[in-house]
């Protein structure tokens, strides 16, 4: 099974509302992932964890907040986003280890619209 | 700067055909090569992961890896309408724990043409 599951499909907010993403895998995957991709261009990569601490943020705005409840959860807070913010935004996961072993799996997608 | 870089397109192939993808990649370190399949408004669907020089095949689909002139390709025999879609290539440098960072091209958008 290499199924990501993300939820909400579609999300419509305001400017000054607090919505959070989610995201689930249950492949015992230690590496998740959150993407933003715009329109004809490739997945962006905004967060990484690794065992459940960030280990990478790509100089993202403070208004995107991740959280790594447990091994299995990711979740992306929002506040205050900008209309330059809708997106799809993406979550994966994979292994840790070596050669073979990170092969990235991607969650359908919350379409963001930002009001 | 890391750098993968994919003709865009529209690649054009009348069904039954071969359509083959193209990608190059500046960083000589990258261990790990993918081809994702995204279908317009969906999520990128993992169709191929080559590691080694040489040929992997899946079904219709053929990954090329050749390290030392730094390309990656995909073959697909027997195109199909529903191979129609945008082709994404990735590419990871050298594992050292927390995560792995894929590198990815812009795309190239594949026509198949009945």
């Known amino acids: 099974d290499t199924e990501v599951t993300q939820t909400p499909k579609h999300l419509v907010m305001g400017m000054t509302n607090k919505k959070s993403l989610k995201c689930e895998q249950h492949?015992?995957?230690?590496?998740m992932y959150w993407y933003k991709q715009k329109a004809k261009k490739p997945p962006e990569l905004m967060f990484v964890?690794?065992?459940?601490?960030?280990?990478i943020n790509e100089s993202v705005p403070s208004r995107f907040s991740p959280e790594c409840p447990n091994s299995s959860l990711l979740n992306l807070h929002l506040h205050a986003l900008q209309p330059e913010d809708s997106a799809l935004y993406l979550c994966?996961?994979?292994?840790?280890?070596?050669?073979?072993?990170?092969?990235?799996?991607f969650g359908p997608g919350t379409r963001l619209t930002v009001l | 700067q890391k750098e993968v870089e994919q003709n865009s397109g529209p690649l054009s192939v009348p069904e039954g055909a071969i359509a083959s993808l193209n990608c190059t990649y500046s960083?000589?370190?990258?261990?790990?090569f993918f081809w994702y399949r995204q279908y317009s408004g969906k999520s990128p669907e993992l169709i191929m992961s080559?590691?080694?020089?040489g040929d992997k095949e899946d079904g219709r689909f053929t990954a090329q890896l050749n390290k030392a002139s730094q390309y990656v390709s995909l073959l697909i025999r027997d195109s199909q309408p529903s191979d129609s879609a945008t082709y994404l290539c990735?590419?990871?440098?050298?594992?050292?724990?927390?995560?792995?960072?894929?590198?990815f091209g812009t795309g190239t958008q594949l026509k198949v043409e009945l």
């Open positions: 994966a996961s994979s292994q840790e280890g070596g050669l073979g072993l990170h092969t990235q799996y």
């Open positions: 990735a590419v990871n440098g050298l594992s050292t724990g927390g995560g792995n960072k894929l590198t």
């Open positions: 964890y690794s065992y459940e601490k960030l280990s």
């Open positions: 080559i590691y080694s020089n």
């Open positions: 960083d000589r370190v990258s261990q790990s």
């Open positions: 492949m015992g995957h230690r590496a």
